[in-house]
């Protein structure tokens, strides 16, 4: 049993005569359609372009399942679906293009995880040139990377044989770092203080001591602070001091204001990073060499599929440990959300640490000012935050599918990185 939907393949021939007359030159590298066909055992994607393009297909998110297709050079231009956002069918549910300047993608949302089974690409038929992507439910532990250029095949062993190792890696049972960033400080106060509370900066401070205090209490950690008194701090330097740490774990604490309230928004949030963070994060890691300065023996294609599997990777864990601070924090202080939220804050850039953004709530609320400009209130906060980092290295080691999957590729034992 066959389905198969064009979603815009009219609106794609009429897009087509349209694009022509706009100009040929600029129309070359159009996606013109995206359409599903639904399997039984798998589903089809077709990403249709006006000419023959190179893609580059992987599946990954063991907490929220994706599909990834880099499509460099392309531009959107599938009428109906002006914004590149629009619903999938089968295993892909929405997707949207991200028109990054380095790596434009199509990135599918999927109902479960899934592996890509098959990629490959056909000339028109009634269209454009086909992009064809088949994938496949398969257990998050089992998810595998595929890829559309030709020549990284000739890899594809030594690249999954490294992944294993960079992406997989568990977290360190010993001693694992914590690098604690309380946000803003020295001429950068951040939000000022409300109803009698200390600015932002202030508080970020006072709440990364405790968090370091309680942390060096458990006799677990090592942990290093950004700022550990009334400092400017750039953004960068921040996440510099988790590198140079070879951080395990980022938090940077912060105090969220509401513009012009007095009441309004209360509560903790947690952010990651997002999509377009990134994409910002991808070209940060290319153009400082961070990333390959380890890794001038493999080809650039493995170095960037290694890339994308570390952010990857990155994003699950960061994940991860944001839900584990929000299960904790709930019973210290309301949520602002309930799930973490994702964004392209600065400090999050860093394309291998996991990290997080706490928000402990809102200044412009009297409640959390009172409560975070009070010592007692911070400490409970703040032991709720280290519950959830031991959480978090609770599964180091060998526990988890993830892990298990990785300790058995590398001969088994505990790993260390
Ligand atoms: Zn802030």
Redesign the pocket.
């Known amino acids: 049993m066959v389905i198969v939907r064009r979603l815009s393949g009219l609106m794609g021939a009429l897009a087509a005569s349209l694009a022509f007359m706009a100009g040929a030159s600029a129309a070359a590298s159009e996606i013109i359609a995206v359409r599903f066909g639904v399997h039984d055992s798998h589903t089809r994607i077709v990403v249709e372009t006006r000419t023959e393009m190179d893609f580059r297909a992987f599946a990954s998110g063991e907490v929220t399942p994706r599909l990834v297709v880099d499509i460099p050079g392309a531009r959107w231009n599938v009428t109906g679906l002006a914004d590149g956002q629009g619903q999938g069918h089968g295993l892909a549910g929405r997707f949207r293009f991200e028109p990054a300047a380095q790596s434009p993608r199509l990135v599918f949302e999927l109902t479960e995880s899934v592996r890509v089974r098959e990629t490959f690409s056909l000339p028109p038929a009634d269209g454009g040139h086909r992009i064809v992507i088949d994938i496949e439910p398969a257990p998050a532990a089992l998810m595998t990377a595929s890829s559309g250029f030709d020549s990284v095949d000739q890899t594809m062993t030594q690249f999954l044989a490294e992944r294993v190792q960079v992406a997989y890696v568990p977290p360190r049972c010993e001693s694992p770092r914590i690098v604690i960033d309380p946000?803003?400080g020295g001429r950068d106060p951040?939000?000022p203080g409300r109803f009698g509370s200390v600015s932002?900066?202030h508080l970020?401070l006072a709440a990364g001591l405790a968090l370091r205090d309680i942390l060096v209490a458990r006799g677990r950690y090592e942990v290093i602070m950004t700022r550990d008194r009334d400092v400017f701090l750039e953004l960068d330097e921040r996440i510099q001091v988790a590198r140079r740490a070879e951080a395990d774990i980022f938090i940077?604490l912060?105090?969220?204001?509401a513009p012009n309230s007095n009441a309004g928004p209360r509560g903790a949030t947690v952010y990651t990073l997002s999509d377009s963070g990134t994409n910002r994060a991808r070209t940060r890691a290319r153009q400082d060499g961070e990333w390959l300065q380890t890794s001038a023996a493999r080809s650039a294609q493995v170095n960037d599929l290694l890339l994308e599997m570390s952010l990857q990777e990155k994003r699950n864990q960061s994940l991860i440990f944001a839900g584990s601070i929000l299960e904790n924090a709930t019973d210290v202080t309301p949520l602002f959300r309930r799930e973490p939220l994702e964004r392209g804050f600065w400090v999050l850039l860093d394309s291998q640490i996991p990290a997080v953004?706490f928000?402990m709530g809102f200044m412009t609320n009297p409640d959390d000012s009172r409560n975070l400009n009070t010592p007692a209130y911070r400490q409970r906060l703040m032991t709720a935050v280290a519950d959830s980092i031991d959480e978090y290295f609770a599964v180091c080691g060998n526990a988890g599918p993830l892990r298990t999957a990785a300790a058995g590729s590398t001969g088994g034992g505990p790993a260390t990185r």
């Open positions: 946000g803003h951040g939000a932002e900066s970020a940077s912060h105090a969220d204001a953004l928000e």
